[in-house]
């Protein structure tokens, strides 16, 4: 196995770099950005993997130069950055690294909208900057008892909700399709969750269909005293109507892991006191890394070995 | 005193007097919820009067007395109250009141604690997901523009499956502990006793809970035998990736010390609402990124200051009444 080639995309995380490195031949695609088209001529059909993940996943150009590609691992539960279909077509399959983060992504949603709500960040300002001599702080909004929106019902979105529920918040969801075990409210719409909740999470995948599902009509309906979480991927909202309903006062807040165009938010928002931003940091805890590195590792080495994939997607 | 006769013009002066030396938050913020028809306020910090004055000249009959952190109930105010029988706090903790001597001269006591668990434990378990996963710090490393400029932020430390240890499993004690079980952390909590009833492994001491925990959660009131009840032996025992919250009052941690283990890196981080002096803060605490500062203010939110201002009305209206206080302290 160590003569099998496997290409990285794009740095990730060292642990897992340097496990790759010990077990196969690795190449890593930014080693070679100078070079590229030499790098592909010499190497792109020895190839055998690909490790992508949130930023740098495996595109169908990437798929199409690499004749001999048998499996894409992708160091993410998120499949945007992977073209699914052409994958189908070559019979190239795809793992991802599914429950491991779904602890840490729950936990942040949640820590985000008390961030918000409580103004945490805000608070934590005020005093560093010396501004409590001066005066007291006013008055935070109540998290315990809001109704929590969720759009999409899967690992992520259950494990908000039960997370949610212990602060006796009423939980309500929209999704595709209505969960059969379940007894949160339903909603077929989505301006109708936003309408009917104060708090809106989005934790559902990526896909053509869900691209702005959070778009001007939705932030209107969850209205000047509502709060969007999204911890998802940016593109599930309109981010300009986002901006602007944030900068007008339509919206009461935000709390925002991902953007459109990372590493680069929405400047206009970083005055504002009634958003918290962070950069994608959803999974990024020492645990969960290791543990999402260790699902790579074990998915690519099943593959090579003839073994079932823990976790493959197709 | 003109300005004393102008307000209880409109009243009738027969209405018993409940006297307010400096007004707590939730006056200040919420004053019409106190207009009632069983009392009215007489309001010391509008007087010019020095306060051994004012309550020598005009407090003599005064029977209850609401206060706060900011105007502390001593043996020397008690003494200057006659016809005192009711002292009622606006807020959770009562260390700022003589229960020695109330308890000496039968006089009652109220409190707010219920209203406030859920507020407290919300901003308990948000001060613990800040550290742990170092929102506010990574909310500032996005607002610097690092994050185009430097890459990924460090990593954080995963909540699921740490070991929390609730020191005071009173009402925020408890509210936090279901909390944070929803998050798959196991608790356990030192208590002056065991509680029976509930599920979570007790501790009898502050040390033997630190040693076992990764993350310590303080919800108990200050009393002389919980002041710096939590030092440094107690943190160096939490150890380097140990994490502190205090939600409830500055003095019960050595402030001193735990600055010190801090600035070594001896603990992991400190999400805290409550200081030994506010409203100063140390200023070590201010170059820290695995710090997050609270200006004491897990309580408020309109929802608990709306109830805890009802709460303060229901105890003096059934006081006026000679009806069972609604949340008397009751003395152990």
Same mark, same amino acid.
């Given at each position: 196995?160590?003569?099998?080639?496997?290409?990285?995309?794009?740095?990730?995380?060292?642990?897992?770099?340097?496990?790759?490195?010990?077990?196969?031949?690795?190449?890593?695609?930014?080693?070679?950005?100078?070079?590229?088209?030499?790098?592909?001529?010499?190497?792109?059909?020895?190839?055998? %993997?690909?490790?992508?993940?949130?930023?740098?996943?495996?595109?169908?150009? #990437?798929?199409?130069?690499?004749?001999?590609?048998?499996?894409?691992?992708?160091?993410?539960?998120?499949?945007?950055? =992977?073209?699914?279909?052409?994958?189908?077509?070559?019979?190239?399959?795809?793992?991802?690294?599914?429950?491991?983060?779904?602890?840490?992504?729950?936990?942040?949603?949640?820590?985000?909208? #008390?961030?918000?709500l409580r103004k945490?960040?805000?608070?934590?300002?005020?005093?560093?900057?010396?501004?409590?001599?001066?005066?007291d702080f006013g008055l935070a909004t109540k998290f315990s008892g809001k109704s929590?929106? =969720?759009?999409?019902?899967?690992?992520?979105?259950?494990? =908000?909700?039960?997370?949610?529920?212990?602060f006796q918040c009423?939980?309500?969801?929209?999704?595709?399709?209505?969960?059969?075990?379940?007894?949160?409210?339903?909603?077929?719409?989505?301006?109708?969750?936003?309408?009917?909740?104060e708090?809106?999470?989005?934790?559902?995948? #990526?896909?053509?269909?869900?691209?702005?599902?959070?778009?001007?009509?939705? =932030?209107?309906?969850?209205?000047?005293k509502?709060?969007?979480?999204?911890?998802?991927?940016?593109?599930?909202?309109?981010?300009?109507?986002?901006?602007?309903?944030?900068?007008?006062?339509?919206?009461g807040?935000?709390?925002?892991?991902?953007?459109?165009?990372?590493?680069?938010?929405?400047?206009?928002?970083?005055?504002?006191?009634?958003?918290?931003?962070?950069?994608?940091?959803?999974?990024?805890?020492?645990?969960?890394?290791? %543990?999402?590195?260790?699902?790579?590792?074990?998915?690519?080495?099943?593959?090579?070995?003839?073994?079932?994939?823990?976790?493959?997607?197709? | 005193?003109?300005?004393?006769?102008?307000?209880?013009?409109?009243?009738?002066?027969?209405?018993?007097?409940v006297?307010v030396?400096?007004p707590p938050p939730v006056l200040t913020l919420f004053e019409d919820k106190f207009i009632s028809?069983k009392f009215?306020l007489?309001?010391?910090?509008?007087?010019?009067?020095?306060?051994?004055?004012? +309550?020598?000249?005009?407090?003599?009959?005064?029977?209850?007395?609401l206060?706060s952190?900011?105007?502390?109930?001593?043996?020397?105010?008690?003494?200057?109250?006659?016809?005192?029988?009711?002292?009622i706090t606006a807020s959770a903790?009562?260390?700022?009141?003589?229960?020695?001597?109330?308890?000496?001269?039968?006089?009652?006591?109220t409190n707010a604690a219920g209203v406030f668990s859920d507020d407290g434990a919300d901003a308990?378990?948000?001060? +613990?997901?800040?550290?742990?996963?170092?929102?506010?710090?990574?909310?500032?490393?996005?607002?610097?523009?690092?994050?185009?400029?430097?890459?990924?932020?460090? +990593?954080?430390?995963?909540?699921?499956?740490?070991? &929390?240890?609730?020191?005071?499993?009173?009402g925020f004690?408890?509210a936090?502990?279901?909390?944070?079980?929803? *998050?798959?952390?196991?608790?356990?909590?030192?208590?002056?006793?065991?509680?029976?009833?509930?599920?979570?492994? *007790?501790?009898?001491?502050?040390?033997?809970?630190?040693?076992?925990?990764?993350?310590?959660?303080?919800?108990?009131?200050?009393?002389?035998?919980?002041?710096?009840?939590?030092?440094?032996? &107690?943190? +160096?025992?939490?150890?380097?990736?140990?994490?502190?919250?205090?939600?409830?009052?500055?003095?019960?941690?050595?402030?001193?010390?735990?600055?010190?283990?801090?600035?070594?890196?001896?603990?992991?981080?400190?999400?805290?609402?409550? *200081?030994?002096?506010?409203?100063?803060?140390?200023?070590?605490? *201010?170059?820290?990124?695995?710090?997050?500062?609270?200006?004491h203010r897990v309580v408020f939110t309109p929802e608990s200051f709306v109830a805890a201002s009802e709460l303060v009305v229901g105890n003096l209206e059934a006081?006026?009444?000679?009806?069972?206080?609604l949340s008397?302290?009751?003395?152990?």
């Open positions: 196995m160590n003569n099998t080639c496997v290409l990285v995309t794009c740095p990730m995380f060292t642990y897992l770099e340097q496990e790759l490195e010990t077990r196969f031949n690795l190449f890593k695609l930014w080693d070679h950005s100078s070079s590229k088209a030499e790098f592909f001529n010499n190497y792109s059909s020895s190839i055998k %993997a690909v490790v992508g993940n949130t930023k740098v996943g495996a595109d169908a150009k #990437l798929i199409d130069s690499l004749p001999n590609l048998e499996i894409v691992a992708s160091y993410s539960v998120g499949l945007d950055k =992977i073209d699914l279909d052409k994958c189908k077509q070559r019979g190239i399959k795809v793992t991802n690294t599914p429950d491991v983060l779904t602890d840490d992504v729950a936990d942040l949603a949640i820590g985000l909208a #008390l961030a918000v945490v960040c805000v608070c934590d300002q005020f005093v560093r900057s010396g501004n409590w001599i001066n005066g929590v929106g =969720i759009v999409g019902l899967g690992r992520i979105g259950s494990a =908000i909700a039960k997370r949610a529920e212990a009423p939980i309500s969801y929209h999704s595709r399709s209505k969960k059969p075990n379940t007894n949160y409210k339903y909603y077929l719409n989505i301006v109708d969750l936003a309408a009917n909740c708090i809106l999470v989005v934790a559902c995948a #990526l896909t053509e269909e869900t691209h702005h599902i959070v778009n001007r009509k939705v =932030i209107d309906a969850l209205g000047p509502g709060f969007l979480i999204n911890i998802a991927r940016g593109a599930h909202v309109d981010e300009p109507e986002l901006v602007s309903a944030l900068l007008e006062g339509r919206l807040g935000a709390g925002l892991d991902v953007f459109e165009n990372e590493p680069e938010p929405p400047e206009q928002l970083f005055a504002l006191d009634n958003v918290v931003l962070v950069p994608h940091v959803g999974s990024d805890t020492g645990e969960t890394s290791k %543990a999402m590195a260790d699902l790579v590792i074990s998915n690519l080495e099943a593959h090579f070995k003839g073994k079932p994939l823990l976790t493959p997607v197709i | 005193m003109e300005h004393h006769q102008e307000r209880s013009d409109h009243r009738s002066q027969d209405l018993p007097q006297l030396i400096k028809s009215q007489l309001k010391a910090w509008e007087s010019t009067l020095p306060l051994d004055q004012f +309550l020598t000249n005009y407090a003599g009959s005064v029977r209850a007395v206060c952190g900011a105007s502390p109930i001593t043996a020397d105010i008690i003494r200057l109250l006659p016809s005192l029988q009711l002292v903790g009562v260390n700022h009141i003589d229960l020695t001597e109330c308890r000496r001269l039968g006089i009652a006591v308990a378990v948000g001060l +613990l997901i800040d550290v742990l996963r170092k929102v506010s710090a990574a909310d500032r490393y996005v607002r610097n523009g690092l994050w185009p400029a430097k890459g990924d932020y460090a +990593l954080g430390s995963k909540l699921g499956g740490k070991r &929390v240890g609730v020191v005071g499993l009173g004690g408890s936090v502990a279901k909390r944070l079980e929803a *998050f798959g952390c196991t608790v356990l909590y030192n208590s002056r006793t065991q509680k029976p009833s509930v599920p979570y492994p *007790f501790y009898s001491t502050v040390l033997e809970l630190a040693a076992d925990s990764d993350s310590l959660i303080i919800c108990c009131g200050l009393t002389a035998e919980t002041r710096h009840m939590i030092n440094r032996e &107690v943190l +160096l025992v939490l150890g380097k990736q140990g994490v502190i919250v205090n939600i409830a009052r500055g003095a019960i941690i050595n402030e001193k010390e735990m600055v010190e283990c801090l600035v070594r890196g001896e603990i992991g981080g400190a999400g805290l609402d409550v *200081f030994e002096n506010e409203p100063n803060v140390p200023e070590e605490l *201010f170059g820290l990124d695995n710090v997050v500062l609270s200006p006081f006026f009444s000679n009806k069972p206080l008397p302290v009751i003395y152990e």
